[in-house]
């Protein structure tokens, strides 16, 4: 089991490579993704908006909504105020810190190309690409 955040989710729908071939090999390497409930809003904002600049075709963002709701098996609840704790005291956005938070208190790794939260939560940050 692992953490992925929303920059993962994005890579294997519609990021660049090298970087969706490393979503991919990631899925493949452990296929059991978790992230707390919020990632389902950061998923829809940046497939919206990759639609509406024809980055990616309606009928891709379909495919990937279907697809990325199987893939991400469970929404966690967080802790707000250990989020919160956590965002202050390293600096991150609350909305970063929950996938941190979810990482630690799950006692598994976080993978991520947020380049703060690689610097902040080396611990259990771990970057992609692989």
Request: hydrophobic residues 45%; aromatic residues 12%; contains cysteine.
């Given at each position: ?122 611990d259990?940050?771990?970057?992609m690409?692989?």
């Open positions: 089991m692992i953490v992925v955040d929303n920059t993962v989710l994005i890579d294997f729908w519609a990021g660049e490579e090298p970087f969706r071939s490393d979503a991919k090999r990631l899925f493949r390497m452990d296929s059991d993704w978790i992230a707390p409930g919020l990632w389902f809003y950061e998923f829809g904002n940046v497939m919206s908006k990759l639609a509406r600049l024809n980055v990616i075709s309606e009928s891709r963002k379909k495919q990937a909504w279907s697809d990325a709701l199987e893939m991400v098996r469970s929404f966690h609840e967080i802790d707000a105020y250990g989020v919160d704790r956590l965002a202050e005291s390293k600096g991150l956005k609350f909305y970063d810190a929950a996938y941190v938070w979810l990482a630690q208190s799950q006692e598994c790794v976080l993978h991520t190309r947020d380049k703060q939260i690689l610097r902040e939560c080396s259990v940050a771990v970057a690409p692989l």
